[in-house]
């Protein structure tokens, strides 16, 4: 049975919790007054009728310092229980949330339908937790998506789009995405955020992290910018230790954590990259806008075709588009046999935004290759995804 506790003093909060779990979630609702936040977990959880909650939720009127504080200890002691935050999101709390253990931070003022799935995924990870094998397939309801960015080609752009699609659905859904480098010989994804992981994907598969995604948790990077990364390997070498077994774990492990699963991936069809597609909802592909480009990716769709493992959602990025490259979008389309979906145009603003490791999303210079990538992250955008399906769909233009 899942069950809720909730510290607040706010009526209307605690009736739109209430309203979220009626007749959707199992259990009961349970509310405490801002003051419980204070005591120990022990001391709250005496409080609570019944035994252990799943999710425990500090609503508004308690002072998010108290909340993350209090949080912090829970995570240690109660790693199960899910904890969430309803609290304006500003950077340096989304930070100190995350450091905290707290899964999503939320405003109070969040629509019912989001706030359902939110504490149904919450339910799933705790229950999860509780099993703590951390091998079995969770439900696809709990499931969050898996988006593989590929392309047969090098150098054509997927981890300069991976990292800005991670950015992007981290300001939609802070802490709720986490970025997985699967270029495990010659990643980046660590350059293109500026980070300094001390954990790489080598001890996320190994050891304890692959048995219990709490711990695998702690292995992950924080970004400033409210988004989780997974980092290659220090060393190409340590890549043979890391097997598509590994990886259809480690994602099926990230994917009862996050909503958004973004991985980067190498060049060409290696085992990880084929590991990751069985379990990919969304394929990002990425094609540059020359003949090989092309035809690569055109040959790519072929042979993912006939192994039947093309994820069910397709989004194809034409970039460095160029007018002078001497193809247009048309015969981009002509011979991939599928729509272009989003262009990117070829602009200094991106080899600069690489070199000084920060994703143009991050920043506010609203250029064509920002507006491309922003097109991209939309397409995830759930509140926006209704509306773009109703459109049909026209050929992109190259600004
Ligand atoms: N539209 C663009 N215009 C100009 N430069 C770009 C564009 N897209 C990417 N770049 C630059 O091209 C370089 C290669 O990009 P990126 O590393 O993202 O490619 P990749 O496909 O991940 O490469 P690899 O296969 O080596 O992993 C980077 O310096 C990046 O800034
Ligand atoms: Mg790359």
């Known amino acids: ?24 979630l199992p259990g009961g609702l349970q509310t405490l007054p801002p003051e419980a936040v204070l005591l120990a977990p022990e001391a709250l959880l005496q409080q609570v009728a019944g035994g252990q909650p799943d999710v425990l939720i500090f609503g508004p009127g308690v002072r998010p310092e108290d909340g993350v504080a209090l949080a912090a200890i829970f995570d240690i002691q109660y790693p199960e229980i899910s904890l969430v935050l309803a609290a304006p999101p500003t950077p340096e709390l989304m930070l100190s949330a995350m450091r905290a253990g707290i899964r999503d931070v939320i405003s109070a003022e969040i629509d019912l339908a989001e706030l359902q799935a939110l504490l149904q995924r919450a339910c799933a990870a705790s229950e999860r937790r509780r099993r703590n094998n951390g091998q079995q397939i969770p439900s696809d309801q709990a499931r969050g998506r898996v988006i593989a960015v590929m392309s047969p080609k090098g150098g054509v752009g997927k981890t300069t789009v991976a990292t800005n699609l991670a950015i ?29 992981p001390a954990h790489s994907i080598t001890e996320a598969v190994h050891g304890a992290a692959a048995q219990d995604s709490m711990v695998l948790k702690a292995f992950l990077t924080v970004h400033p910018a409210g988004i989780y990364a997974l980092c290659a390997p220090r060393s190409p070498a340590e890549s043979d230790y890391i097997t598509a077994e590994h990886v259809t774990r480690l994602i099926n492990q990230l994917a009862t954590e996050f909503r958004y699963v973004i991985v980067d991936t190498a060049p060409g069809l290696g085992e990880h990259c084929l590991a990751t597609l069985e379990l990919a909802t969304d394929g990002v592909w990425i094609c540059g806008m020359d003949v090989p ?30 007018r002078k490259a001497g193809l247009s979008v048309a015969d981009v389309e002509a011979t991939l046999g599928v729509p272009v979906d989003v262009v990117v145009p070829r602009s200094r603003s991106l080899p600069f935004s690489t070199n000084r490791g920060i994703p143009v999303l991050q920043g506010t210079t609203k250029d064509p290759a920002y507006r491309g990538l922003q097109k991209l992250v939309d397409r995830f955008n759930p509140s926006l995804v209704a509306e ?12």
């Open 388 to 399: 773009a399906q109703r459109k049909v769909h026209r050929r992109a233009m190259i600004a």
């Open 168 to 196: 992007g659905l981290g300001k939609i859904d802070p802490m709720s995405v986490v970025i997985l480098d699967l270029d495990l010989q010659f990643g980046d994804v660590a350059t293109g955020l500026t980070l300094e």
């Open 293 to 322: 480009s092309v035809r690569g990716l055109h040959k790519c769709f072929s042979v993912l075709s006939e192994l039947k493992l093309l994820p069910p959602n397709r989004h194809t990025v034409l970039n460095f588009a160029d």
């Open 1 to 24: 049975m899942s069950r809720f506790v909730i510290i607040t003093a706010v009526r209307d909060f605690e009736s739109r919790v209430r309203h979220a779990i009626a007749g959707v």
